[in-house]
């Protein structure tokens, strides 16, 4: 006997600031969702667990881990990829020039998650020091840079966003 989980159910929200309605499993996660439904590969699957950070979104502006929450908690919610922060104009946002430009990334794996955090935390502190930088980002897990070159990213990053 299946349980309720299989169950179809509708769910409605805005992703990238398009209006998406689709019919999923109860059980489905976020970013299985946004992964495998709307093909936005841009949101990772690290370690399933939430203690990576590679599967961060912005839930209304909030960065939230999407491998740790189902996709109906998102209901009538805002969400925002990192497909989603780059301009209608192709350019990069200012976060994401500042990780290239900085050397921010290597294998590319944990960026998205990483420009997703950084984000984030640069709306509500504009000026981080290097220490706050690094604590920001304690949640996402980088297994290649030593976490310099990301630091200076995101120091650079708030700068271009300010």
Known sequence: MEGDSKMPVTLSLTVNGK????????RTLLVDFLREQLKLTGTHVGCGTAQCGACTVHLDGKAVKACNMLALQAQ????????????ADGTLHPMQSAFR?????????????????????VRTNPAPTETEVRDALDGNLCRCTGYHNIVQSVLAGAKAMG
């Open 76 to 87: 009538g919610a805002q969400v925002v990829t990192i497909e989603g922060v780059t301009p």
């Open 101 to 121: 430009e900085h050397h921010g990334l290597q294998c590319g794996f944990c960026t998205p998650g990483m420009v997703m955090s950084a984000i984030d935390f």
């Open 19 to 26: 209006p998406v309605t689709a019919s999923i499993e109860a």
